[in-house]
């Protein structure tokens, strides 16, 4: 088998400057000689880096573009990838990816860790060893047991478009809060094959989506909001999308200036979707009557998808379909790939 590690940077690869303490990442030389079992196992591993290497804080999607071309250009070459990325935006990488990629029939895996690599205690090794494991796994039908984008972090296997960071400390740095782990890894790597989305048309090659409209924004409500500030946000020049985070299912205080500014904003053509600041359950809409002045006022659902997987979306579908208003508003009501459930 062969897998192809592709190592955007993150913790996972840096090292302590010596004179100001703080991490940066470190070359490939460096890297692959805290790693010789990368290279002493049955599965045949290559590496293409980024360079430069970055933290994760800094990438954007040309990067996520770039990290699909690398899937697309070497698709026939590999039966599975392994993306090396920094954990602070890699629940925005894994969505995005989740996204452009149309047919895909191979694992693409997203792993890093709380520690560099050459640190005694490092969760590096684990992380990286495991998620080459998944990549290469097959059955003897000859199919990948995981073909999806996913992210290994801590013996846990989630689908990257349903991972949220939970914890800048522990080793179990994310969470899947509304959908189970697709795999755990213990002794065995137990696959929960239920759970996994049916592989692609093996025939078909792959297809890149690559259009991103980044005209987007988050707005997060809190008690005392005032109208200065829905105003600076929704009035935001040639905005096209916004992810509303609301309270609980999906509430929002009852102000008439509230509403009105959400209605004007729609009324321009700008979709604004309802996101819950709460990490379990999900958006409904017209429950209470708090939440119905925002079903009056156009807002759609987000049902329970996370705000990583939202932004992107919306950022993927706006750039595919932005002419098409009705388009896109359906689009997010419903699951692409996994990434809600509106039952
Ligand atoms: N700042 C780092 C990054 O996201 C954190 C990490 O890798 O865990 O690149």
């Known amino acids: 088998m062969k897998v192809l590690l592709l190592f955007t940077g993150g913790t996972i690869s840096m090292v302590r400057d010596a004179e100001t303490g703080a991490l940066h990442p470190a070359d490939m030389q460096t890297f692959k000689a805290f790693v010789p079992e990368l290279f002493a196992g049955d599965i045949q ?113 989630y689908r990257g478009n349903r991972a949220t960071k939970r914890n800048a400390e522990h080793f179990s740095a994310f969470n899947s809060y509304n959908y189970p782990a697709l795999a755990r890894a213990g002794v065995h790597i137990t696959y929960n094959r239920q759970l996994i989305q049916p592989i692609g048309n093996t025939a078909r090659p792959l297809h890149v989506f690559e259009r991103f409209d980044t005209r987007v924004a988050i707005l997060k409500l809190f008690p ?76 759609i659902s987000g049902y329970d998808i996370t705000t990583e997987a939202l932004l992107t979306k919306m950022m993927h579908v706006l750039g595919e379909h932005g002419e098409d208003l009705a388009k896109v508003k359906k689009m997010l009501s419903v699951s692409l790939c996994g990434e809600l459930t509106n039952v």
């Open 45 to 157: 591993v290559d590496m293409i880096p980024f360079e430069p290497l970055l933290d994760s804080s800094d990438l954007n999607p040309d990067n996520w573009r770039q990290m699909a071309h690398v899937v697309q250009d070497n698709y026939d070459a590999y039966d599975g990838f392994v993306i090396l990325h920094g954990t602070d935006t890699m629940a925005y990488s894994a969505s995005a990816l989740s996204f452009m990629f149309d047919n895909l029939c191979k694992p693409v895996v997203f792993t890093g860790s709380q520690l560099p690599v050459g640190v005694l205690r490092s969760d590096a090794k684990e992380n990286l060893l495991t998620a080459i494991e998944i990549a290469a796994a097959y059955d003897t039908d000859g199919k990948a047991i995981v073909p999806e984008v996913t992210l290994f972090m801590d013996g846990e296997l």
């Open 224 to 299: 005392g909001i005032t109208e200065e500030v829905v105003a600076a946000v929704l009035n935001t020049p040639n905005l096209r999308g916004v992810v509303l985070e609301t309270f609980g299912s999906g509430n929002a205080p009852s102000h008439e200036w509230l509403y009105q500014s959400l209605r004007d904003a729609v009324n321009r053509g700008v979709v604004i979707v309802n996101k819950t600041q709460c990490n379990t359950g999900s958006v409904s809409m017209g429950q209470y009557a708090v939440s119905l002045n925002l079903l009056k006022a156009g807002v």
